[in-house]
């Protein structure tokens, strides 16, 4: 059931192609990850660094704000997961925007079904037309919580 909600929720974020601009691209980079548990009387943390790959839509609703629906595959170590951030993007200046939204991540490697919710926060700069870099800090929510910062170059097609 999880599964097919994970899925439904990546195509209904892509699915949002009816817009005054669209553009769709690829991008990739590096992640800063911590995972943190949480037990009663205290938590452990752990620190890994890792890589992420995927694909993008950037809807624009307006000059200035825009919607942009990820999928990305990321990799920490052991640990693989699918990564679907809907963020939204207003742009401060013609190059630089700022980022907000939320992420529902799958985890790849559970035993069970396992989708954990993030808020990121993050600001991109836009290098050319085409080409852009950013960085993001994903915050996770929960007992079993995975942060990180994703820092990244992106590809406008």
């Known amino acids: 059931m999880k599964k097919v909600l994970f899925i439904a929720a990546a195509l209904f974020a892509v699915g949002f192609s009816q817009a005054q601009e669209t553009k769709f ?49 990321v990799s920490i170590k052991d640990l693989n997961f699918l990564s679907v951030p809907v963020l939204a993007k207003y742009n401060v200046a013609e190059e630089f925007g700022i980022l907000v939204g939320p992420s529902i991540n799958y985890l790849l490697d559970a035993q069970e079904d396992e989708i954990k919710l993030n808020i990121d926060l993050g600001a991109m700069y836009n290098i050319t037309d085409d080409l852009d870099v950013s960085a993001k800090y994903s915050l996770g929510t929960g007992d079993v919580s995975l942060s990180g910062i994703f820092i990244g170059l992106g590809y406008s097609f």
């Open 25 to 73: 691209g690829v991008k990739a980079g590096v992640d800063l990850a911590t995972a943190k548990v949480k037990f009663p009387g205290g938590s452990v943390t752990s620190s890994e660094t890792g890589f992420f790959v995927g694909a993008f839509a950037n809807i624009g609703v307006s000059e200035k704000f825009s919607v942009q629906p990820e999928l990305l595959y």
